[in-house]
């Protein structure tokens, strides 16, 4: 593999297809030739998003919370990838996590301390008491908000369950409740 490798007309159209076909960045550099690392330049050169459903998941929660936050007349900056925090709005940190399919009507949100980058390559520690002021849970169906829940960090466990139908849900108080966002920026 070259140090510097150029993005040919060829080489474009090649990871244009090789990515619609969803093939992650270690398939999208052995199919180029080229390293990890200019696959990742390319892919933001060309503004390609992930193709691990997670991560993808994962961005377009903070966009529907982002939407919902200034639907609400609240501030909301969505923040870069390997951010300590997934949103800001006004001076609130917050660290927005997304499901997508209930178990037995109950949704699940993990919140792990301990975390490893992709494919595992290392090891990193996330406190969340130091990096956000709340954890928003995002509920979704087909790309549209259903539920939204809006946790203070001193509540956090590592498994969050939720249950949006049951009024014995222990975060039910915390449902789409964006005044709680507005009262903490107003304090």
Known sequence: MSRKSYLTPSMTALLLESHAQGLKNQALADRLGVS?????????????????????????????????????????????????????????????????KPQAGRYRFRLNTKRSSNHARYRYTKDFHADSDFLVLVIEEGGELQHLYCIPTALWKPNLWVQPDSPFCPYASFRNVLHLLRMALAA
């Not at 459903?53 to 200034?70: D, F, I, S, Y």
């Open 36 to 100: 990890l690392a200019q696959v990742k330049r390319y892919k933001k050169q060309l503004g390609l998003g992930s193709n691990d459903h997670r991560n993808t998941l994962g961005r377009r929660g903070e966009q529907l919370v982002a939407e919902a936050l200034r639907r609400g007349g609240l501030p909301a900056v969505v923040m870069p990838h390997g951010h300590p925090f997934d949103l800001q709005s006004g001076s609130l940190r917050l660290e927005v996590k997304t499901s997508e």
